[in-house]
């Protein structure tokens, strides 16, 4: 019996996927610099909440998964630090790293390959804050899935009647981006079972429910806007579809395609809409300062600021009365009193600083300002510093004058006097001289130094280093990477900085492409993280492209050495045409290109010879004619053949004879189609120029047939003439 | 004593004026003060009337409407049109407006002293030749409907349930609803089949869209009144998620403040062509929820808004009537009891079948007994425990009567055998009759088997033949 139960023990291990290369990003200015995951909320860094989260809901093992790049080490060892710190650490973490993964289901493909999840599974991204009740959510998970077999998820949602979204000053300077991050969701109400997804797109949007869901159940449960954690209970059989569909990037794609093929699949997905407990993503920088707020304001207790969460010391002084936590070895220096300014520190000591702080906050909540503040160790505020909704790492200091509201200072950063700061980012070890104002929205990269007495604009990005430095990016920096110099009147004298232009052109190519694509997962134009998403998805189309090129051509040649039918050819053609879903002009243009391929490599050398070609020609004549149907088709014809050009130029001694034959022996381009795609220039690429010295001899004779079209000229003569 | 006139004036009502009096007897006992009278507040002015709409010509149930109108078909011994009125009375109403097809209103303003009910019934008889809809018919008694109440009861006359309106009425209220649907749970009927041919049951079903917690409606489609796509109005001040139900019944008991039914039924509303009060009416006040409000503001709101914002001391009544539309809230009330409207014909069978046990819960009070003391049963007839038999019945000797509803003055002639059949008033069924599962409306005058069958036409049964699953009417003549 012992060993039975043992047994069942073994494999009852909980297990979590926590992605740390989340599909949001917050911009290269931070995340060049730190992970994301390791960028601290409230001093604490991201992932922390998450790990003892998933310790405190009984979370066996942890696999945290993240790409290779300049940060993971810095993964590994902060996961290693979090369980060594502990001496009675119940999870087990485990760092998974790999080579090419672009998003979630690329990760759950690979960890479907490397076999390492056994059972039902916790997936989640590395950003998120939470309290939910796991081990209830898991166990109504496994409770549905012995009474219903096709159930192979649990999404879990929350839905708090009460809205506390409303940000006042949104640090991207975007309100509407927090919209991105919930679905309207319609599930059957006895059972759960999720019958529609949809993110919500717009504030407005009015729901539509498609009235065929009442066959599936009388009765629907619709939430409107649900707060989506990116947080799923998964069944050992999510990773294995993920790894049968290679279309599914996303859970959403996943979601729509387990929906739309209900029928086919024989899988379905439940919701669960929690009520109780706290679950926020800091997926954006936006959302970073909710969740910051948020927690200062102990709505994700017991995740409190003044308990380390690696240690579970008590690191912070809390003072509830004003929601502000302070490091002991922070000083407050003592100000000139009498102030009607609301100061932070008023007393050498500590505690009296406390008390101080007390009594102005109460006179500032008369003016309905907030006041949640975190300051960390070894800080030094001093008098006449107003610090409102901020949080303030360790070793800094903030000298008399200071304003900041809604400030995210990191550590060892000083802010001279005069600065004012209003909702941003301040990296490590930032100098900012006197007087420098930071607008809203602003993220100021570690090592920045600025000032004294500038503005910066809202929304800018600073670095301090040229970001052409910066591998993740594009070429689109040409102006900064010319000024290797940083622009005082910038970041001013004493200043070194460079700005981070923000990628619009990217961004607008990839809201197009999401438009397009009709929400592919959550990859919403957001900073950086999407541009990776649009090349992506810009490959695919490429990578489709190909493939249905080398298939033609293969189609091509092997009907050419088989002499098969034109028919067949069309047929085999269309089938690839289908398979990759190719528009008529693309097909077009690759079967021309493809036929004068074939000549060349059918006659074996690399240089393409007029007789080869020539040979394919007539081979294909008939499989040309079917898609050259109206004279935009012969235009294309054209410029197709121009395009082979600018790829291989050897082919353009034979262009004379390609066109000659094609309108003289194969009557597929007429001679007037010719001339007036020769007078409007061509396709007007690199290689017309060429062309059109080439084929002058051709252009003048049909010029000249067509003058004197009466005269019925020798066919042979001109043929002679033309070779 | 001018407080008296005053007063009396502001009351209304003989009930007012009687109260008052005795009022000022207590005062002229106790030696009150004077300036007591004109703190008090008098509530004796009826704040409900009921509106009984029971012109409805039955038109899925046509077999059985030929011959009697729907309001007053039987169910067991009682007529239709018993129900809601006693489902009134219950609530402590004094009297109700009937709205009756032309022609039959002294047969409905004697259902009450039939019935033993106390209720007033003031029936206003409408013109059925043009097909009235229900909201037609409110048109036509608008004029009836009081000044002074606040809210309007309209029920159908085909409602048969154990709710109290009491509790209604105070949902209603205590929500501080404008309109206030009577919902239940849709149940198929428990004795199937019905008699007469096999029907397809009724196509699509309403779409009730209620929050899911609070119970305030959202959205109401009728059946049928929808394509492949139903779109929900945003509902952006909560976040409550929405229960969009197939399978709840509209019982057509609506409580509707009387200013906006008048709104919806004036002559220059937008509501004036429509015709029914539930398919086109109810969906439009709950749709202007969550419409911007139209400030058009009139000399009354002015008023108003002066009011409130110089004199802090006013607080309006809760009998002030704002004549805007602006803050419509709807809500279903969620009955999780019994809840049927006898519109078809399962439905009526399966009502009248059940009647031996479901009349202590919907007539409650009412003592109607399932035998009654006038019906003469033969001690030789064998009648079973859970049939109805209604007054002045007749059933002989050697009869076989099991689980059966014989209405009043019914005659069971010998040799007869009945199982689970309705016999409607004043039918008689003659000796060797055999009869199942079968709803008979018309006298048996020959010997005969009937099984799942309806009859309405007696000269249809020819001796010694056997029906089955068959409607006997008489066939509408040609001229």
Not at chain 1, 129 to 158: F, G, P, W
């Amino acid at each position: 019996m012992a060993p039975k139960v043992e047994v069942h023990e073994e494999s009852s291990i909980l297990q979590a996927v926590i992605l740390t290369e989340c599909d949001i990003d917050y911009g290269t200015a931070i995340t060049h610099y730190n992970p994301k995951v390791l960028v601290p909320l409230a001093n604490t860094p991201l992932l922390d909440y998450t790990l003892a989260w998933l310790e405190r809901c009984g979370v066996d093992e942890v696999i945290v998964y993240c790409r290779t790049n300049t940060h993971t080490d810095k993964i590994k060892q902060h996961c290693k630090r979090f369980t060594s710190r502990r001496e009675d650490c119940g999870i087990k973490v485990m760092v998974v790293v790999s080579e090419d993964c672009l998003n979630l289901g690329d990760a759950m493909r690979d960890l479907y390959s490397k076999s390492l999840l056994k059972d039902d599974f916790i997936l989640l991204q590395g950003d998120l804050v939470a309290t939910l009740d796991l081990q209830d959510i898991v166990a109504k998970h496994k409770e549905n899935r012995l009474s219903d077999k096709s159930m192979i998820m649990t999404c879990v949602y929350v839905n708090k009647p009460t809205e506390t979204t409303t940000t006042t000053a949104a640090m991207e300077g975007e309100e509407e981006r927090g919209k991105e991050v919930t679905a309207t969701l319609v599930t059957a109400a006895d059972t759960g079972k999720l019958l529609l997804h949809r993110r919500t797109r717009s504030k407005s949007s009015k729901i539509s429910i498609p009235t065929e869901l009442f066959q599936a159940s009388s009765d629907l449960l619709t939430y409107p806007a649900a707060y989506d954690p990116s947080l799923a209970i998964c069944s050992e059989v999510v990773p294995s579809l993920f790894s049968d569909n290679f279309d599914y990037g996303s859970r959403d794609s996943l979601l729509r395609g387990v929906i739309e093929q209900e029928e086919l699949l024989g899988y379905s997905i439940r919701c669960q809409v929690v009520q109780d407990g706290y679950a926020c993503r800091a997926s954006t920088l936006q959302q970073y300062q909710r969740v910051s707020g948020e927690v200062m304001r102990r709505e994700a207790y017991p995740m409190v600021c003044e308990s380390s969460l690696t240690s579970h010391r008590i690191r912070y002084t809390y003072d509830p009365f004003t929601t502000t936590y302070w490091e002991p070895s922070a000083k407050f220096t003592k100000g000139n009193g009498g102030t009607s300014e609301v100061v932070v520190g008023a007393g050498t000591e500590v505690v009296d600083a406390g008390t101080v702080i007390i009594t102005c906050k109460l006179f500032q909540r008369g003016n309905g300002g907030t006041s949640e503040v975190v300051v960390g160790a070894g800080t030094e505020v001093d008098a006449g510093v107003l610090l409102t909704a901020s949080v303030v790492g360790d070793h800094c200091t903030l000298s008399d004058g200071v304003r900041a509201n809604a400030a995210f200072i990191m550590n060892n950063v000083h802010i001279k006097s005069g600065c004012k700061l209003d909702h941003c980012y301040i990296g490590d070890d930032v100098v900012l001289e006197e007087g420098v104002v930071v607008s809203s929205g602003c993220v100021v990269g570690p090592g920045v130094r600025l000032g004294p007495h500038v503005t910066i604009p809202p929304g800018t990005q600073l670095v301090s280093r040229p970001p052409s430095s910066t591998p993740d990016h594009h070429d689109d920096f040409d102006e900064t990477t010319r000024v290797k110099e940083a622009d005082p009147s910038i970041c001013g004298v004493k200043g070194k900085a460079f700005i981070l232009l923000p990628e619009e052109t990217n961004q607008d190519d990839d809201d197009d492409d999401e438009e397009s694509s009709d929400d592919d997962g959550r990859s919403s134009g957001q900073d950086d993280g999407d541009s990776e998403d649009a090349l992506m998805m810009m490959s695919d189309d490429e990578h489709s492209e190909n493939e249905f090129r080398r298939e033609v051509q293969e189609s091509l040649m092997n009907g050419m050495s088989k002499k098969s039918a034109a028919e067949n050819m069309v047929l085999e053609i269309n089938a690839s045409r289908h398979a990759y879903n190719v528009s008529m002009e693309d097909v077009l243009t690759t079967v021309t290109q493809g036929i004068l391929r074939a000549g060349q490599k059918q006659d074996g050398g690399t240089e393409p010879t007029w007789p080869g070609i020539n040979t394919a020609l007539k081979c294909f004549v008939d499989v040309l004619r079917n898609y050259v149907r109206k004279g935009r088709d012969q235009l294309l014809v054209l410029n197709a053949i121009e395009k082979l050009m600018v790829d291989s130029p050897e082919f353009l001694p034979a262009t004379q004879k390609i066109l000659f034959n094609l309108n003289q022996t194969f009557e597929i381009l007429e001679g007037e189609v010719i001339l007036h795609w020769y007078k409007k220039g061509g396709a007007g690429t690199t290689a017309f120029t060429t062309i059109k010295t080439s084929i002058a001899q051709f252009i003048e004779w049909l010029e000249k047939d067509s003058e004197d079209e009466e005269d019925s000229e020798d066919e042979e003569d001109s043929d002679e003439e033309c070779s | 004593m001018p407080a008296q006139s005053s007063l009396s004036e502001e009351c209304g009502g003989e009930n007012a004026a009687l109260l008052l009096l005795k009022f000022l007897k207590i005062r002229q006992e106790h030696k009150m003060c004077n300036c007591y009278i004109a703190s008090v507040e008098i509530k004796m002015r009826p704040e409900v009337q009921a509106v009984v709409l029971a012109a409805g010509p039955g038109m899925r149930m046509t077999a059985l409407t030929a011959t009697s109108p729907k309001c007053l078909l039987p169910l067991a011994t009682l007529p239709m049109l018993a129900f809601p009125l006693h489902l009134l009375q219950q609530a402590g109403l004094e009297e109700a407006t009937v709205v009756v097809a032309a022609g039959e209103e002294v047969r409905v303003s004697k259902v009450v002293e039939q019935c033993g009910l106390t209720i007033n019934v003031d029936s206003a008889p409408v013109n059925t030749s043009t097909d009235p809809g229900t909201a037609d018919s409110l048109r036509h008694i608008l004029h009836k409907i009081k000044r002074n109440v606040d809210d309007v009861v309209i029920v159908s006359s085909d409602l048969v349930t154990d709710v109290k309106l009491q509790d209604v009425l105070d949902f209603h209220r205590a929500h501080g609803s404008t309109l206030t649907a009577l919902t239940a749970p849709l149940t198929p009927p428990q004795h199937q089949p019905a008699p007469g041919p096999k029907t397809k049951p009724f196509t699509s079903s309403d779409v009730m869209v209620t929050e899911s917690e609070s119970g305030r409606l959202v959205l109401v489609v009728a059946g049928g009144d929808y394509d492949h796509t139903l779109t929900l109005p945003s509902v952006r001040s909560s976040k409550a998620p929405l229960l969009v139900s197939t399978s709840l019944l509209d019982a057509h008991l609506y409580i509707v403040k009387r200013s906006i039914l008048e709104q919806c039924l004036a002559k220059e509303s937008a509501c004036q062509d429509m015709g029914s009060f539930k398919a086109e009416i109810l969906p439009y006040i709950v749709s202007r929820q969550f419409q911007p409000q139209n400030k058009e503001a009139g000399p009354d709101e002015d008023f108003e808004s002066l009011v409130s914002q110089y004199n802090t001391s006013v607080v309006m009544s809760r009998h002030h009537t704002s004549a805007s539309f602006s803050s419509i809230t709807c809500y279903a009330y969620k009955h999780q009891g019994l809840c049927v409207r006898v519109n078809t014909i399962p439905t009526y069978w399966d009502i009248n079948r059940r009647m031996y046990s479901l009349i202590d819960k919907v007539l409650p009070g009412l003592s109607e007994p399932r035998r009654h003391p006038s019906a003469q049963i033969h001690e030789k007839a064998q009648v079973s425990e859970d049939s109805v038999v209604g007054a002045g019945t007749l059933v002989s000797e050697k009869t076989n009567i099991t689980s059966c509803v014989l209405a009043s003055h019914c005659r069971v002639d010998p040799m007869a055998r009945l199982s689970n059949s309705v016999l409607a008033h004043h039918t008689a069924i003659t000796s060797g009759c055999v009869v199942e599962n079968s709803l008979v409306r018309a006298s048996l005058n020959h010997k005969c088997v009937l099984k799942n069958c309806i009859v309405t036409d007696s000269s249809r049964i020819q001796e010694g033949k056997t029906y089955m699953n068959e409607i006997l009417e008489a066939t509408p003549e040609f001229v």
